[in-house]
């Protein structure tokens, strides 16, 4: 509902795409400040933390209508506009992980992890028909729509601050992780390159934010969040369904071949988007693609961690998804510009492009780092 909410207020494309980037760039201070605190601060408080900003942010967003309030409060509150979890919170989930299983296990431990998400996320593409909803059955304006809207999306976040008071000491960071000042010689150059490369995986993604992909398709076929709720749905079913998929194909072919070799049938499905003439079509090439696009999700999560010491994962997943966030926050802005200049369905070929010129880097680079299992 991000975008269709600024569209409801008056706000351009342009301006959609770069309060886009302002949460996103929110997420990429956030997950800086988990990166180098969290061993110190400790896990389970910055957990909190994050989820009390998340709700003020939404609180604030409800009532912001002018452009530099919406930004800051986009910003400060991590709004996340790609529909997907990517802010500072899985930063620390990752390094978790990692803790609760054998290296035989890991893959399959992430697989169940990005299930859980994405089915809560397919319930929270539900929750964007809320405003739908309420303007149909109950009769509110468009505007106070979306600020109960926005109520109930600051209540999920202070109730997932909840739910970490149930998490145990065991998360915690071991001493030897909390004592580490910085990367070791060794992972250095891996957590380089890993992480310049999932920069440009981003950069392509950021072009595909879930705001930016309901916008193409409410101007494309004139849909609205009544049918664009069901259908994030089903895709968050399909990218959860997905992972567990990766973690069984990893397990014969191998980490990286799996990132890859699901990667690039993802990207050349998007490029058929822009041209497909109807809207039943265009949702049968987008849930395939979605179907694809994720499974690199929980093996490159687990390949990270896997070739890294246990006292670098902190920082070697926090860089990692630093680089990712920048690259998010940097797109959509430019995104947003090139539906307003060029086409509507410009970043679709672009964000597909750097999509699969990320797979052949990936592949060229890794394939002969294997994690423990694989050696």
Known sequence: MFALHLVAIGLNVWLIGLSISAGLTGCA??????????DRVGRRTTLIVLAWLMALGGCAMAWATHPSVILVSACLGMVNGMGRDRGAGPTIEQVILPQTATAAARTK???????IMDAAHALGALLGSVPAFLRAHLHLPALASYQWTWGLYSGLCLLAGLLVL?????????????????????????????????????????????ALLSYWFFTRFGVEESFLGPLFFVVRVANGLSHLAAAWIA?????????????????LL?????VVPTLSL????????????EMDVPTRQSYLVAVVEEQDRTRAVGVTNLTRSLAW???????????????VSAPLVIGAGVKMAYDLLLYRA???LKPPEER
């Open 366 to 368: 890794f394939r002969h």
């Open 109 to 115: 431990v992430f697989a169940w992890y990005n299930l």
């Open 282 to 293: 265009a949702v049968a090439v987008f849930l395939v693609r979605e179907s694809l696009v």
């Open 29 to 38: 201070i956030g997950t800086v400040a988990v990166t180098f605190l969290t």
């Open 166 to 210: 149930r998490l145990s000491r065991s998360v915690e960071s071991r001493g030897l992780a909390r004592r580490a000042p910085r990367l070791s010689a060794a992972a250095r150059p891996i957590v380089a390159r890993f992480a310049l490369l999932s920069g440009l995986d981003s950069l392509g993604g950021g072009f595909l934010t879930t």
């Open 270 to 274: 998007l490029l058929l988007l822009p």
């Open 329 to 343: 926050a940097v797109a959509p802005m430019v995104s947003g510009s090139l539906m307003r200049i060029v086409s």
């Open 251 to 267: 397990k014969r072919i191998g980490l990286v071949n799996t990132m890859v070799f699901t990667h690039l049938p993802s990207s």
